[in-house]
């Protein structure tokens, strides 16, 4: 168990429709990754948070948001969805600065659209 | 930007050794990290360089060379559990620590 918390776990839903996946980092991390991975495809980086502000962002639709709250968590944002973004999604915290700056990956959310 | 190039799959032989290999292009290098990660699983952590030299950690090493952008990681004494896919990930830091991966090597170990 990473300590990273990811909600839900599978999710299916229609073309059009939208979605929201949750994160809970792990505890005392501030940094918060967002990625995707299509089938049997690498780690799409989408979006880095950090304490609440947006830190980097790699390839993220502009039909996909995020955003930290306070108290760290995260969620991404899934509108307009397509067949093509059904992938698992994966959110993983850090603790910058630390050793290696070893990610920790959640579970991961199954999304399927249909 | 960062880019990271490794194999697209590899195969050996359960007992054997297997080293898999990654370039990478990066400005501001932090380290060089590895993840395993099973299907359908999540990316673990395996091993961090951030200094030239061989990092080992059990049947896992992992070498780096800044000076030629190349790192590898060894996998000894193969088992089949070890059949997953393997990921470099370049840490850069460009006012904050940005984590980049590599598309993946896919390691079958066969009987």
């Known amino acids: 168990d990473s300590g990273v918390t990811q909600t839900p776990k599978h999710l299916i839903t229609a073309t059009g429709q939208r979605v929201t996946l949750r994160c809970s980092p792990r505890?005392?991390?501030?940094?918060v990754y967002w990625y995707q991975q299509s089938l049997d495809q690498g780690l799409q980086f989408l979006i880095q948070y950090y304490n609440g502000e947006e830190r980097a962002k790699g390839n993220i639709l502009e039909r996909f948001s995020a955003q930290q709250f306070p108290d760290l968590h995260s969620e991404l944002n899934l509108s307009s969805l397509e067949l093509g973004d059904s992938a698992l999604y994966f959110c993983?915290?850090?603790?910058?600065?630390?050793?290696?700056?070893?990610?920790?990956f959640g579970e991961g959310s199954w999304l399927t659209v249909v | 930007g960062q880019s990271l190039e490794q194999p697209s799959e590899v195969t050996a032989v359960e007992g054997a050794i297997v080293q898999i290999n990654c370039t990478y292009q990066?400005?501001?290098?932090?380290?060089l990290s590895w993840y395993q990660q099973h299907d359908g699983g999540a990316p673990t952590f395996l091993s961090y360089n951030a200094l030239d030299g061989l990092e080992e950690t059990g049947r896992f090493s992992s070498f780096l060379s800044r000076s030629d952008s190349y790192c590898y990681l060894l996998l000894q004494e193969l088992q089949m559990k070890d059949s997953a896919s393997y990921f470099c990930a370049v840490s850069s830091a460009q006012g904050y620590q940005k984590v980049t991966f590599g598309t993946g090597t896919k390691l079958q170990v066969i009987p």
């Open positions: 505890s005392g991390d501030l940094s």
């Open positions: 990066t400005s501001g290098f932090y380290g």
């Open positions: 993983a915290s850090s603790v910058e600065g630390a050793s290696g700056n070893t990610i920790y």
